[in-house]
């Protein structure tokens, strides 16, 4: 390590630490008292319901946790009273967007608070390719202030595309500076770039998490120890037949030849009856989860795109007549209507690809699970032309999981413990995800067990974020287009 290394790190870690400290007074600060009694507690440490149970919540934690008729209500505390209710952490979509296509004056109603209305009380934000257009940082520190309703954010920097112009190494040692969570690789990076970020993102200790770059495959990216992959989707190129070696300057060129090698790949296979090719599929996942048994990456789960995708190509109609599509941008309304989005353009005379997309998704996800790889709920809301809702597609996702085989606790772990446990590798904080004292108080009140029935997540009676408590009438009121 250069001294300009080491100097630039002390000056890092004098930072850090001067954060953590002013997070610890911002916290002591707020002495608001709420409490919520008489709950049936999700605690998520463990599939379990306990009955009547008492929260207490000061400022933005949760103070302690215990049976209603052993903790007392404080004096001048806000009390909730939870009686046949359950109360569960709030949940995360670790992979969303927050790009321009929502912040036009098309934009119906902010996504910040289609996610609160939702119950997701935190989002990891993948980013854009500029930095002009990356909310997320801002708008954390407005939400953490109070100045804002929203979720809590975990963003990353600019996404690491390829094409740099500066040593990528630069972009890495920057964004660490800059406070970012964690790095995004994008698929057009080269090897040698790839490389240059991981060593020093490792040197750093930065977190990487992004897709697998067509020139760097699943075993390179697992041969420099990128710590997460982005997509399920992802491996698909694995299957492809790609030269790892081609180049293109432009973006839309590397994607059209991916998308047409892999497409030629998959011929064939489309042609065979349908068992047999769900055997042929099941052979190919099988020898591809095998390569990653040995040591699981994290993997954003996403399945929604592939819902979306097929529901856009073969039922326009249902597509736009889904209730909550009438949050989406109406510029983007207009591009799907005459067949302008991004899917619509992808699979272009190639539409029997989608369902069988899906399929081949449907099994990763299965073989993913059975090698115990931690699996993150996401969905990719957020972006300009795909057409997912922030928050209500984090429900779909849910029930798309349950659908191939997850439990409702299952489920529900991976967009609340389990996601937790990956922030904790990113930033050092396991802060959400479970109800247990010193954690965040992100919260979420459900007329019916989630447990029985995963779609009971969405009989949402309030939600705290950072606790602030939004009833049923501030949701409406936050759900009302005007
Ligand atoms: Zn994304």
């Given at each position: 390590?250069?001294t ?8 890092l870690?004098?930072?850090c630490a001067?954060w953590?400290?002013?997070?610890g ?6 002495k608001?008292?709420?409490v919520?009694?008489?709950?049936s507690l999700?605690p ?8 009547d149970q008492?929260?207490v919540i000061e400022?933005?934690?949760i103070?302690?946790v ?6 007392n209500?404080p ?6 009273d939870?009686?046949?209710?359950f109360?569960?952490?709030g ?8 790009r321009q ?5 098309k ?11 939702n119950?997701?009380t935190?989002v990891r ?9 990356h909310?997320a940082?801002a708008?954390r520190?407005?939400i953490?202030?109070g ?8 963003p990353?920097?600019?996404?690491l595309?390829?094409?740099f ?6 972009i890495?040692?920057?964004?660490k500076?800059q406070?970012?969570?964690?790095i995004?690789?994008?698929s057009?990076?080269?090897?040698e770039?790839f ?8 040197k ?5 998490a992004g897709?697998?770059p067509f020139q760097?495959g ?7 120890g990128m ?8 491996f ?9 070696k ?6 839309g ?8 090698t892999t497409f030629n ?9 349908p ?12 020898a591809?989860?095998d ?7 994290p993997v ?8 979306v995708?097929v529901?856009?190509l073969f039922?326009p109609?249902r597509?736009?007549?889904?209730p909550?599509?009438r949050?989406?941008?109406s510029n983007?309304?207009e ?7 991004k899917?619509?353009?992808q699979?272009k005379d190639?539409e029997v690809?989608?369902?069988?997309k899906?399929?081949?998704d ?6 993913l699970?059975?090698?115990n790889?931690?699996?993150?709920l996401s969905?990719?809301?957020g972006?300009?032309g ?5 928050g209500?597609s ?6 798309i999981?349950?659908?191939?085989g ?9 967009g609340?413990?389990?996601a ?5 590798r ?6 959400f995800?479970?109800?247990?004292s010193?954690?965040c108080?992100?919260?979420?009140l459900?007329q019916?067990?989630?447990?029985d029935?995963v ?6 009676l309030g ?13 409406s009121e936050?759900l009302?287009?005007?």
């Amino acid at each position: 390590m250069s001294t300009g290394d080491s100097l630039r790190l002390t000056y890092l870690i004098a930072i850090c630490a001067l954060w953590v400290q002013m997070a610890g007074m911002a916290i002591a600060s707020d002495k608001r008292i709420t409490v919520f009694i008489h709950a049936s507690l999700i605690p998520m440490t463990s599939e379990t319901v306990i009955p009547d149970q008492t929260v207490v919540i000061e400022g933005k934690q949760i103070l302690s946790v215990g049976s209603s008729s052993q903790i007392n209500t404080p004096p001048n505390s806000t009390v909730i009273d939870c009686r046949n209710a359950f109360l569960m952490p709030g949940l995360a979509d670790m992979h969303i967007h927050f790009r321009q296509g929502w912040f036009d004056e098309k934009k119906p109603v902010s996504p910040l608070k289609l996610f609160l209305a939702n119950g997701v009380t935190t989002v990891r934000c993948f980013g854009t390719r500029s930095q002009r257009n990356h909310y997320a940082f801002a708008w954390r520190k407005k939400i953490e202030t109070g100045d804002l309703a929203g979720p809590n954010i975990i963003p990353c920097g600019p996404q690491l595309r390829g094409h740099f112009k500066e040593n990528p190494e630069n972009i890495v040692i920057r964004q660490k500076y800059q406070h970012y969570d964690f790095i995004k690789v994008y698929s057009f990076v080269t090897r040698e770039e790839f490389h240059s970020i991981m060593s020093t993102a490792k040197k750093l200790d930065v977190y990487v998490a992004g897709h697998i770059p067509f020139q760097v495959g699943l075993d390179g990216v697992m041969a420099e120890g990128m710590n997460e992959i982005a997509h399920i989707e992802e491996f698909l190129w694995e299957f492809s037949d790609l030269d790892r070696k081609r180049y293109f300057e432009n973006e839309g060129d590397w994607m059209t030849y991916a998308i047409q090698t892999t497409f030629n790949r998959f011929s064939p296979l489309l042609q065979l009856p349908p068992e047999e090719q769900e055997q042929e599929i099941e052979a190919m996942v099988t020898a591809l989860v095998d390569r990653l048994k040995a040591k699981p990456i994290p993997v954003c789960t996403t399945l929604v795109i592939d819902d979306v995708i097929v529901q856009k190509l073969f039922d326009p109609k249902r597509f736009l007549e889904k209730p909550e599509n009438r949050y989406l941008p109406s510029n983007y309304l207009e591009r799907f209507r005459i067949g302008r989005d991004k899917h619509q353009l992808q699979f272009k005379d190639g539409e029997v690809f989608a369902p069988f997309k899906y399929l081949l998704d449907k099994k990763l996800l299965v073989a993913l699970k059975a090698i115990n790889t931690p699996l993150l709920l996401s969905t990719d809301a957020g972006t300009d032309g795909m057409g997912i809702v922030p928050g209500f597609s984090l429900h779909d996702e849910l029930a798309i999981l349950v659908e191939n085989g997850f439990t409702p606790y299952e489920a529900l772990a991976a967009g609340t413990v389990v996601a937790s446990k990956i922030v904790q590798r990113m930033n050092g904080w396991d802060a959400f995800g479970t109800i247990e004292s010193g954690k965040c108080a992100d919260l979420l009140l459900l007329q019916e067990n989630p447990l029985d029935d995963v779609a009971n997540a969405r009989k949402i009676l309030g939600v705290m974020a950072a606790g602030r408590w939004y009833d049923r009438k501030a949701i409406s009121e936050m759900l009302a287009i005007k």
